[in-house]
């Protein structure tokens, strides 16, 4: 973040920095950023390359340090940053320019994003008032963008039903992880950091205590749940535990044993071939995969989660509920990002009132 503010902004003064100047950067962000470091974009010859070389991408994960997901996303023709592109490409036995294209990104930033540097600025100012080191927090009186409202993206339960089925044809390690998304209403990076600790078979229920995340730079990583009320326990149907016993007794187990010393023992529920914890890329990848297989609309691990709240207030279920179902930190996070839905809900309230009455 700092590398964009310091060129921009780290030579004036505090007392220098006015609304007009942040209105100004803010600007500047939206439309005319590029990116800091140059971006590698895989040639075709990447994956021929990668074919033929013997590497499983675990191993090329190794011999370069560059994480699992980074390998998957220019295996797939997204683009990663030059370094990696350079590690992997001297791995395979190849110079970068044979395997890369070299460029710069020009796209401008998400207002989403642009928001998150306005809040980062405003809380050092604030700070600089509180010290009386400027006489105000010209953030406060700037003007940053406004972030639309999406509209929440979720699935109908007969699509759920066409989803599940697809999910039943998949590996028993891909379906057990798309099971736990349809029917938790949880974030990927919470099921994905389960442990087996965190799930009991007696009582049908899973606890969230952490998030596993990717990022480019620093790959994939354990980090703390998103909010204090993120961290929560709550019920699964049946269904969704008989398919965790089958994964546990049919694939988790078995590659457990078949890994010896070679498995990495770090408790975590999803894990590769030889224990290390899955990439929510690769999760990503594999949803992709089974929308275009089966003819499914668009699958994101997000949208799950949307049905799930959106199946329980068309189900009547009160919003404090749903909102600890999802770990959200305040009802009215639950209540604004589903007010369309509530609204359509209460519509039909009013058609049941209309029977009763």
Not at 58 to 74: F, M, N, P, W
Not at 247 to 268: I, Q
Request: hydrophobic share 35%.
């Amino acid at each position: 973040m700092t590398g964009r503010i310091y060129p921009t902004l780290g030579k004036k003064k505090l007392k220098d920095i006015t609304p007009q100047t942040l209105n100004e950067f803010y600007d500047y962000l939206l439309n005319c950023r590029k990116s800091i470091e140059p971006s590698a974009i895989p040639k075709k010859k990447f994956l021929s390359v990668y074919k033929r070389s013997g590497f499983s991408v675990e191993r090329l994960q190794k011999a370069t340090g560059v994480s699992v997901g980074t390998i998957c996303d220019a295996l797939h023709g997204k683009p990663i940053t030059e370094s990696r592109a350079k590690a992997l490409s001297e791995a395979l036995g190849f110079d970068l320019k044979d395997l890369f294209t070299i460029t710069y990104m020009d796209e401008p930033l998400s207002t989403k994003t642009v928001l998150e540097y306005h809040r980062f600025i405003s809380s050092i100012l604030a700070q600089a008032e509180k010290e009386l080191l400027v006489p105000y927090n010209a953030a406060a009186k700037a003007t940053p963008p406004k972030v639309r409202k999406r509209k929440v993206n979720y699935f109908e339960p007969d699509t759920i039903k066409e989803i599940l089925a697809a999910f039943d044809q998949e590996p028993i390690y891909r379906k057990a992880i798309g099971y736990l998304l349809v029917y938790s209403g949880a974030r990927r990076g919470e099921v994905l950091g389960l442990e087996w600790k965190n799930v009991n078979f007696d009582k049908h229920v899973i606890s969230f205590e952490k998030n596993l995340l990717y990022v480019h730079k620093r790959g994939t990583y354990v980090d703390t749940l998103k909010t204090e009320m993120s961290e929560r326990t709550i019920s699964l149907p049946q269904s969704a535990f008989d398919v965790l016993q089958e994964y546990k007794e049919e694939w988790y187990d078995k590659v457990k044993e078949l890994a010896g010393d070679e498995w990495e023992d770090n408790g975590f529920v999803f894990v590769t071939e030889t224990g290390r914890h899955t990439n929510p890329s690769a999760v990503s990848t594999w949803l992709t995969r089974v929308e275009e297989k089966y003819g499914l609309p668009h699958l994101n691990a997000h949208a799950f989660r949307h049905s799930v709240a959106s199946a329980l207030i068309f189900a009547g279920v009160d919003p404090v509920s749903v909102s600890r179902r999802l770990g959200h930190n305040q009802v009215s996070t639950t209540t604004n990002i589903y007010a369309h839905i509530m609204s359509k809900a209460d519509e039909r309230n009013a058609e049941i009132l209309d029977e009763l009455f």
